[in-house]
C-alpha cells in the first residue's frame, strides 16, 4: 500500500530518531515513521500510531488530547531502547482538515463530535490503518506493543499480520475545553479512558 521514499536522520528535543517517509500507492499521501533505536533486534516493539491534527499537534488546540497525545508518546518512544511512532496523514479522523473545522463549527453550537461529523455527511470515525501496517511490514516489525486508547486501532492490526502484545494506555489531563471531547470518546466511541465524570 505505501512505499519508502526517504530516510534521513531527524535530531528532536527529545532526541534523536530515523525519519521515514512513505508515499501511497493511490491518492499519493505521505505518512512519517520516526524510528528509535534497533528495532530489528527488539522484540515487541512500543509503536504509536497517530493521525494528523493540525490543530492540536502544531498549534496546540485544548479542544482535543492529540498534542498532549504526541509528546507524551515520544517522551515514552525516547525512554525505550526501541520504538517506532509513526505519523498517518488522515487529518481529523479522515474527513480532511476544511471539514474538520466546519464539525467545530457545529460544536461550538452544542453538537458533540460524532453528532457533528454526521451533520457533514461522515462516519464518526473514517480513518483505517492499512497504512501503519504497510509501514511496519516494511520496517520489519512483527509484534508490537501499541501506545493507544482506541480499540478500534487494536483490532485493525490483529487482523493484519502484526500481533498486538499489548495495548499500552496513552492518556492525558481532562482541561475545561476537552472534557466533553473525551467523554464523547469513551461513551460514544468506545476509547479506553478513566475520566472521572
Known amino acids: 500500500m505505501v512505499r519508502r ?16 517517509a512513505y508515499e ?17 533486534t527488539a522484540s515487541q516493539v512500543l509503536v504509536r500510531i497517530h493521525s494528523e491534527c493540525l490543530t492540536g499537534d502544531v498549534f496546540h488546540s485544548l479542544r482535543c488530547d492529540c498534542g498532549e497525545q504526541l509528546d507524551t508518546a515520544l517522551k515514552r518512544i525516547q525512554a525505550e531502547e526501541a520504538g517506532i511512532f509513526i505519523y498517518l496523514r488522515q487529518e481529523g479522523r479522515g474527513i480532511g482538515l476544511v471539514e474538520k473545522l466546519r464539525a467545530y463549527e457545529l460544536q461550538d453550537r ?3 463530535t460524532v ?13 483505517d490503518y492499512e497504512a501503519a501496517v504497510s ?8 509484534s508490537v506493543r501499541l501506545l493507544t486508547n482506541n480499540p478500534m486501532k487494536v483490532s485493525e492490526l490483529q487482523c493484519s499480520t502484526i500481533k498486538v502484545s499489548e495495548r499500552v494506555p496513552l492518556e492525558t489531563q481532562p482541561n475545561h475545553e476537552n472534557a466533553n471531547y473525551l467523554r464523547t ?13
Open 24 to 40: 501511497e500507492d493511490t491518492g499519493g499521501r505521505v505518512h512519517l515513521a520516526l524510528v528509535k533505536g534497533e528495532i530489528g
Open 110 to 112: 452544542g453538537l458533540d
Open 115 to 127: 453528532e457533528a461529523n454526521a451533520e457533514l455527511g461522515f462516519q464518526a470515525d473514517q480513518r
Open 185 to 197: 470518546k469513551r461513551d460514544r466511541l468506545g476509547h479506553l479512558l478513566d475520566l472521572r465524570d
Open 5 to 20: 521514499i526517504v530516510r534521513t536522520r531527524l535530531p528532536a528535543r527529545g532526541g534523536a530518531f530515523e525519519l521515514y
Open 135 to 142: 509501514i511496519l511490514h516494511d520496517l520489519q516489525v512483527t
